[in-house]
């Protein structure tokens, strides 16, 4: 990565932004009581949303969404609505009410990523991208759910465990999910041993991945969100020379399919492959990966 002196002013903002999210994180500790905190930390989170997204987004907090079938999201921390095309949403028996149409993404907010909460995430998610839309509304992406943590003890660990989620869940899998200042887990598409460009969606090609945007991740989170205001390719391609080089650079990491695919099929093999990733937070992800497929009998 850039160091600070060569940072692009763009860089050097959201940085500043994420140097705030976290100073925060650390003073709401002192706060007792656990519902309080939380709501703290996703309030910070989402006024900082609100000051850097695109207009046309209406960030709005505890939410729920409905479809034409009257089923019913869970209540998600925020959700990102479409205000250039689409109504307010409103309110019912104290909470806001969006429908399914007007919804760019769900997010989820976490103080720290671990199993539980991973699960969780994907859980919400499936119910959301379980719901319908009105048959004569053609959306250009299904409703994506992201999240946002501001702190994961085990980095390592816990992208196993969204690897495996995935694997279980693929066609209900959250787009995105980023710990603050360490990076974020999405995608990437593997056409004929090539790896694609980052991706909103998962496909029958792609596999879960490890991006290590480290001091970047809220950028990226800026700029995933942004696209999904509608940014032309002009504007996109404007965006990213802001901060050329570490859309460029950025590096990423994911499991071969084969590893996967074994530790899917077996629960006692997908605990073996996972201890070897328990308590070693430190650790470079492709000694621990190379460590686990041996565990499991595959060739390293």
Known sequence: MKTKS?????????????????????????????????ERREDQIFVTLKELLPTRMSVEQKVVIVDTEDTQ?????????DRMLWPRNFIKDGNPVALIESVLTAIEVKSS?????????????????????????????????????YECTNLNLSFFDFSTLFRDYSIYSPSLICILNKGFFGFVDIVEKKVEPMMYEPSRNSLPALFDSNKDTLLF????????????????????????????????????????????SDEAIKNTARKCFERRASADIKDLYAESRKAIGLSI
């Not at 999201?73 to 609505?81: A, H, I, R, T």
């Not at 119910?127 to 004569?136: A, E, I, P, W």
Request: one cysteine or more.
């Open 6 to 38: 060569t940072l692009t002013n763009i860089q050097e903002w959201l940085r500043n932004y994420s140097e705030f999210l976290e100073v925060s994180f650390k003073s709401s500790a002192g706060i007792k009581h656990s519902v309080e905190k939380g």
């Open 73 to 81: 999201s869970p209540m998600f921390d925020g959700v990102l609505v």
């Open 113 to 149: 990523l671990d199993k539980s909460e991973l699960e969780k995430i994907f859980m919400d998610s499936k119910s959301l991208r379980s719901m319908k839309y009105h048959v004569s509304y053609t959306p250009t992406n299904s409703t994506l759910v992201t999240a946002f943590a």
């Open 221 to 264: 989170y800026i700029y995933f969100l942004s696209r999904l205001s509608g940014m032309g390719p002009t504007i996109i391609e404007v965006f990213t020379r802001y901060c050329d080089s570490f859309f460029s650079g950025v590096e990423c990491f994911y499991f071969g399919e084969d590893f996967l695919n074994l530790v899917a």
